[in-house]
Every structure is written in structure tokens, then in C-alpha cells.
């Protein structure tokens, strides 16, 4: 549903993924995978993103 196209969207928007297991009358399990970067690279790319923000 929508939900997990916003998911999938928050993900790629943050240069992950998310992916789907299902079994047959068990259930789904979702897996959503984000690189991790340092605080000082996280802090670069906000100021990046923002430059041209008036």
C-alpha cells in the first residue's frame, strides 16, 4: 500500500533499500538497509543541501 511506498522512497532517498521475504501462511518479514555515514559526512550533505535554500 502507501505505506510501503513511502517507505521504499524514504529509503532510496537516503541511498538504501528496503526488500521483502514472505512464507506462506507465516507472514511477511520487511528488511530496510541504510548505508551508515560518520556525523561529520551527514553534517556536509545537510549543509550541501541547503545552500540554495533562501
Known amino acids: 500500500g502507501l ?3 513511502l517507505c521504499r522512497r ?3 532517498s537516503m ?3 528496503i526488500r521483502v521475504e514472505s512464507v506462506y501462511k507465516k507472514g511477511s518479514t520487511f528488511f530496510l538497509d541504510i548505508p551508515r555515514i560518520s556525523h561529520e559526512e551527514a ?3 545537510l549543509s550541501e543541501s541547503t ?3 533562501p
Do not use: F, K, Q, T
Open 51 to 53: 545552500e540554495n535554500v
Open 43 to 45: 553534517m556536509e550533505r
Open 15 to 17: 541511498g538504501g533499500h
Open 10 to 12: 524514504l529509503a532510496e
Open 3 to 5: 505505506g510501503l511506498y
